[in-house]
């Protein structure tokens, strides 16, 4: 048996960064000690707030929010923190050598009905050592990511991580409180028969994404000469768990029901990180057309659209774009 601290010490990484993942996991201990007595330990419903993105914060949200923020901030590696909940990031120890960038609880809309959500983080290299962490210095892009992961908190709490060498999946055993390694150099399938979209927002999206939504939705009646199904979390942590699990495409593109925001994901603390597992296990991330992880952010809370998977699907909806383009 291999534990997640087992696993760290030989995994070639520093040990700053061990010491952030191994803080983020325990506090995944604890979000799932939460969940599990769910209406219980008075965590759901409305906290009464709104984001810096104009949505109804959870309880959980602001929960989730609070305890990764006290336990980041309190380790000494981390110059800073970023989150979805915060409309600024908060420094912590400027002699800290990275920052931190997490989607507390990511999947809100699942909390009230018991189903997955999750939690995603990313962690970069703080290059202004010495002086206090600003906004500013988390505008890095997706390859400069030194780890990223998420926690899933599903009928068992799973947690999948990069440090840039494949992707690892760690079981929560509820019994010891361990995370025990469950798999290892996990890969994507080039191929897949399943996609995640909310098919609601179709008449929003762009033609060259309604065109490859209904080339699947045709099936074997239809140019692709094969049947596709759909399968939606709701929650990006679990529709990315299943591509690492089994392989397929999610998509949250473009649409102009979010006028001027480029979609609904945000590009630092959900398609970063994923587009790191997700390449580390050997797929593709993209916005349609180019690669998420070369994009220079100008903001903590920019949105993006997201096209991630199986790498020819993945390609076919970026051929599709390219030749609408030429037209
Ligand atoms: P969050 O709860 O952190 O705001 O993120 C929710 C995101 C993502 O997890 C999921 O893929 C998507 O929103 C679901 O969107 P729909 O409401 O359109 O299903
Ligand atoms: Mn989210
Ligand atoms: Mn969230």
Same mark, same amino acid.
Not at 284 to 294: E, F, L, N, Y
């Given at each position: 048996m291999t534990t997640l601290s087992d696993y760290l010490q030989q995994a070639e990484t520093t040990s700053e960064v061990s010491s952030v993942i191994t803080t983020i996991a325990e506090v995944g201990r604890d979000i799932t000690a939460l969940l599990r007595r769910g209406a219980l330990a008075d965590i759901l419903g409305e906290a009464g707030n709104e984001n810096i993105q104009g949505e109804a914060q959870k309880k959980l949200d602001v929960i989730a929010n609070d305890m990764l923020l006290d336990a980041l901030t309190g380790n000494n590696h981390c110059a800073g923190v970023a989150s979805e909940e915060l409309d600024h990031a908060t420094p912590a120890n400027n002699k800290g050598s990275l920052l931190v960038l997490f989607d507390p609880l990511d999947g809100s809309s699942n909390i009230d009905i018991n189903m997955a959500v999750g939690t995603i983080f990313s962690i970069l290299p703080y290059n202004n050592v010495g002086n206090v962490a600003a906004d500013s210095d988390f505008l890095q892009n997706g390859d400069a990511q030194l780890a990223a992961g998420y926690l899933l908190y599903g009928a068992s709490t799973m947690l999948a991580l990069t440090v840039g060498n494949g992707v690892t999946m760690f079981s929560l055993d509820p019994d010891s409180g361990e995370y025990v390694l469950v798999s290892e150099n996990i890969r994507i399938d080039k191929d897949t028969s399943e996609y995640a979209i909310n098919s609601s927002n179709h008449r929003y999206w762009l033609a060259p994404m309604q065109q490859y939504i209904d080339e699947l939705v045709a099936g074997d009646a239809g140019v692709r000469g094969r049947d596709f199904n759909t399968r939606w979390v709701a929650a990006m942590v679990?529709?990315?768990?299943?591509?690492?699990?089994?392989?397929?495409? &999610?998509?949250?593109? &473009?649409?102009?029901?979010?006028?001027?925001?480029?979609?609904?994901?945000?590009?630092?603390? *959900?398609? %970063?990180?994923?587009? &790191?597992?997700? *390449?580390?296990?050997?797929?593709?991330?993209?916005?349609?057309?180019?690669?998420?992880?070369?994009?220079?952010? %100008?903001?903590?809370?920019?949105?993006?659209?997201?096209?991630?998977?199986? *790498? %020819?699907?993945?390609?076919?909806?970026?051929?599709?774009? %390219? *030749?609408?383009?030429?037209s």
């Open positions: 679990g529709d990315v768990h299943r591509i690492l699990c089994r392989g397929g495409i &999610f998509m949250y593109p &473009f649409d102009t029901k979010y006028a001027n925001k480029a979609g609904k994901l945000r590009l630092m603390y *959900e398609a %970063n990180p994923m587009s &790191f597992l997700i *390449e580390q296990a050997g797929g593709a991330s993209t916005d349609a057309v180019k690669r998420i992880m070369s994009i220079e952010p %100008n903001d903590i809370h920019q949105r993006v659209p997201v096209v991630l998977g199986s *790498e %020819n699907e993945v390609l076919r909806v970026q051929t599709i774009h %390219n *030749e609408h383009n030429q």
